[in-house]
């Protein structure tokens, strides 16, 4: 919950999700959360939640299994090609690691972090290299959206949410009431990010994020996360070995990087600490606290599921073009199932991650704010539909193309070179797709006359290939 910056570190897997189906960057937004690390162990890659982190992966059911020791640095550069990054660069900042954790002692002095803290929480650190890895790992395959919905909406987590949301009423009670904001939703970041608590990470947070503070390509950034943790273990909020979780730092149920914690943690039940690890009220509280800051609107939906019209426009799919439900339903957009739109003033954006051939959904103003908390379409799109499932709505009205195959990383570079090659791409195959990918897409399809959709089909790509 709540990565502060920007993209690095979030947890492993969404990432690979979210760069194939959300356009989007490898990173957190301003004021996002942290990645699921239950995600992270599913999806395997690099992000927040790191496939390989001393933790329990999850079973097919999402129950965790057998947990496995964590893996040694392998040694070798990273993917990034940055020049922190480097084995050598890496060695030589390892090797500086105790002058470096030393040298940030004025900065926390500053925070008001005493020195004799200082000393206490900073004994005996050492580098963790092995985040390196996660840091810059690419994975080889990347989940279909439908497979990653059907992971993290099964019913062992609805059972195990709605026991959650029966245990604790009076406290989802008294903070839906203070902050306005859905005791659904916050259920929903709960069950997804550690499935309801049995899998938050294991590494030393302090530890993680002084190792990324000091070593790697993203220092600036973590070294206020380190700091930030500092003062969280200084005023007293966390004990030392509550502070364990994915190795980019992020931490508790909800899953709260240390700079998000200090802006919206809460002392739920007034007893002078703000313990999102193991107090329900303050973890609830403080929950709602992030969502409602990050522009969470009472009483309303974060969107609805729409069947898409043969011949529509795809270049209407897009989060920058906003129109009302009115307007949407003018373009031949109908609600899933036959409903009526409950309000056909709300705006709304157009999302279409399966493109013509799966469902679309329109998107409110709180699916932007599930977005602040992580910035990956796809996890947003498991939150909000998870919650509604919590509340008795039903599974999602139209079939996925389940038929689709996922491109493996060395297509997806050889499709974006095809699209260089034939003047639609212009930025540098990485084998990621972001916003730039999608769009030489829909050119490449509409000079060929299919639907420009922007998605990354075998067909697609089979075409590109001029078979």
């Not at 910035?375 to 039903?394: N, Q, V």
């Not at 599974?395 to 195959?405: I, N, S």
């Amino acid at each position: 919950m709540g990565w502060t910056g920007t993209a690095i570190a979030t947890r492993t897997a969404v990432i690979a999700v979210a760069m194939a189906l959300s356009g989007g960057a490898l990173a957190q937004s301003p004021g996002g959360n942290g990645v699921s690390n239950f995600l992270g162990n599913i999806f395997s890659g690099p992000k927040s939640a790191p496939a390989a982190q001393a933790q329990a992966a999850p079973g097919p059911d999402g129950a965790p299994s057998t947990p496995s020791a964590p893996l040694p640095w392998t040694g070798e550069d990273g993917a990034s090609g940055h020049p922190l990054m480097t084995a050598s660069a890496i060695r030589q900042a390892a090797a500086n690691f105790p002058n470096c954790v030393a040298s940030m002692w004025p900065d926390a002095a500053r925070r008001h972090v005493t020195q004799a803290n200082f000393e206490r929480f900073t004994a005996g650190l050492s580098p963790d290299l092995r985040i390196m890895d996660l840091m810059d790992s690419q994975p080889e395959f990347t989940k279909a959206i439908w497979d990653y919905l059907d992971i993290l909406v099964n019913d062992n987590r609805l059972a195990k949410g709605r026991e959650i949301l029966a245990k604790y009423k009076p406290i989802f009670d008294a903070v839906e009431k203070a902050y306005g904001v859905d005791r659904y939703a916050i259920a929903s970041i709960w069950g997804i990010e550690s499935n309801y608590s049995t899998q938050m990470g294991d590494r030393n947070v302090v530890n993680s994020t002084a190792t990324l503070a000091c070593i790697g390509r993203r220092q600036a950034y973590f070294k206020d996360e380190f700091l930030t943790a500092l003062e969280i273990l200084n005023r007293g909020d966390l004990r030392p070995e509550q502070m364990r979780g994915s190795w980019a730092g992020a931490f508790g149920p909800t899953q709260f990087m240390p700079t998000a914690f200090k802006r919206f943690a809460v002392d739920g039940d007034g007893d002078g600490r703000r313990d999102v690890v193991d107090n329900p009220s303050d973890l609830i509280a403080s929950t709602a606290n992030n969502l409602k800051k990050d522009g969470w609107q009472t009483g309303q939906t974060w969107g609805y599921e729409v069947a898409l019209p043969r011949g529509l426009n795809f270049m209407l799919a897009d989060k920058a073009r906003t129109m009302t439900i009115a307007q949407w339903e003018s373009q031949g957009l109908k609600r899933a199932g036959g409903k009526p739109f409950p309000n056909p003033g709300e705006k709304a954006y157009l999302l279409a991650p399966a493109g013509a051939d799966g469902p679309g959904f329109l998107m409110l103003q709180n699916f932007r704010v599930i977005m602040k908390y992580n910035p990956a379409e796809a996890y947003a799109l498991a939150i909000g539909h998870f919650a509604d499932r919590l509340r008795g709505g039903a599974p999602f009205v139209q079939p996925w193309p389940r038929q689709e195959r996922v491109l493996s990383r060395a297509e997806r570079l050889e499709l974006q070179q095809l699209l260089a090659q034939k003047g639609f791409y212009r930025g540098t195959p990485d084998g990621q797709f972001g916003g730039q990918t999608r769009e030489a897409l829909r050119g490449f399809q509409a000079s060929i006359g299919a639907p420009a959709d922007g998605f990354a089909s075998s067909d697609v790509l089979e075409r590109l290939r001029g078979r």
